[in-house]
């Protein structure tokens, strides 16, 4: 059966189908008000979201369907020791598809391997969050006309923001996408992203200067620092505010540059800046609904579709070295791999075996 782990378990063509669904929706909501008659999303949040879970549960709503979840994990059974794997075998026997939040790296991927029905994932750790990139994707191609040949500058929490690592996924796949990559030091993209974007052959730059290519961005994709991610409260403190873009640094912007944000802000974007034409973060909101819509219709319409999008295989002598995998702390999960160029990678969250 289809799921969504990650946004490459969909080929381009079926990306830029949702797209064309999404636009569809929003000029004839009427027709779409009965598609999802009789059939059930769950929505199974171990992690606090505003945006993600509401537009989950508004789309499900908007398409004649109905919802059942929790938002939380202290008001699930995980608090007792319940496994992923055994909470997603129980719900499958609930509902028509699952959309599922969790903040172990993996999680999803693990659900996956329990579930009955489709699963999505609405955010696993600091890994992914597809469903973001959806409406990043509808976002940019609303407001620039093209997912190809940007220059796209992504700013803040490069290291554990997971709506960055599904952003460069996607867009690596658009022709002539150049990446500016500005953070602190400690917030640097992780290792196996960057492994990705060489494997792939992007052309990037790495800063921690944001004025210094300002003026050649199309997009600049802002994030909030992830404190929940943080082992050291005081590490958080000294990179919290490390950038803010307000208006005096979009003094020497294109006029044409949109200015995105998977919400929630902290500090990064200065309030003055909301009403500059180039701020498109409230627009991406109502884009995120509309393609999670366009999803939940298609993982329901091609939920007989094998699931091949993960070619991976058990390792028993294998151990993925990421602390914060869910291969360390699920009970009986199979260590998967996926060998490409030459090495394995956690088929769980995607870090590198390296030294074997
Ligand atoms: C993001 C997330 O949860 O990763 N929020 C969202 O889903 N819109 C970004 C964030 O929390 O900073």
């Given at each position: 059966m289809r799921h969504l782990?990650?946004?490459?378990?969909?080929?381009v063509e079926e990306l830029y189908e949702l797209i064309r669904t999404a636009e569809d929706i929003a000029q004839n909501k009427e027709k779409y008000c009965?598609?999802?008659?009789g059939k059930k999303l769950a929505t199974l949040f171990f992690e606090p979201s505003t945006r993600t879970r509401l537009s989950f549960e508004a789309a499900m709503l908007e398409l004649g369907g109905s919802v059942l979840g929790f938002?939380?994990?202290?008001?699930?059974s995980a608090t007792k020791g319940e496994s992923i794997r055994d909470t997603v075998k129980v719900v499958s026997n609930y509902v028509d598809i699952i959309a599922m939040r969790h903040p172990i790296e993996g999680a999803a991927f693990a659900a996956v391997k329990a579930a009955d029905v489709p699963v999505i994932n609405a955010g696993d750790g600091g890994h992914c969050h597809p469903t973001q990139t959806l409406a990043d994707l509808l976002t940019i191609h609303r407001?620039?006309?093209?997912?190809?040949g940007l220059t796209i500058g992504l700013c803040g929490?490069?290291?554990?923001?997971r709506t960055v690592h599904s952003l460069i996924n996607a867009m690596?796949?658009?022709?002539?996408n150049k990446f500016v990559l500005i953070s602190p030091s400690e917030l640097a993209l992780p290792s196996y992203m960057k492994d990705f974007m060489k494997a792939e052959r992007l052309e990037y730059v790495e800063t921690?200067?944001?004025?210094?290519y300002m003026s050649q961005l199309d997009v600049l994709y802002m994030t909030r620092v992830?404190?929940?991610?943080?082992?050291d409260e005081k590490e958080y403190m000294r990179v919290k505010d490390c950038y803010i873009l307000d208006n005096k640094k979009l003094a020497?912007?294109?006029?044409s540059l949109r200015i995105l944000h998977p919400?929630?802000?902290?500090?990064?974007?200065?309030?003055?800046?909301?009403?500059?034409?180039?701020?498109?973060y409230f627009r991406q909101t109502l884009n995120g609904k509309l393609m999670r819509m366009a999803l939940i219709l298609k993982l329901l319409r091609e939920k007989?579709?094998?699931?091949?999008a993960r070619k991976s295989e058990v390792h028993k002598d294998l151990n993925c070295p990421?602390?914060?995998?869910?291969t360390k702390t699920e009970r009986e999960l199979e260590k998967e791999f996926i060998f490409s160029d030459g090495e394995y990678r956690c088929a769980?969250?995607?870090c590198y075996v390296k030294n074997r």
């Open positions: 782990l990650d946004v490459t378990d969909f080929s009965q598609s999802c008659k938002s939380e994990a202290s008001s699930s407001e620039c006309g093209s997912l190809t929490d490069l290291k554990y923001g690596s796949r658009y022709a002539g921690t200067d944001m004025d210094r992830q404190k929940e991610r943080f082992d020497g912007a294109k006029k919400l929630p802000r902290v500090n990064e974007i200065a309030c003055e800046v909301d009403s500059d034409p180039r701020a498109a007989d579709m094998p699931y091949n990421n602390p914060k995998c869910v769980y969250c995607d």
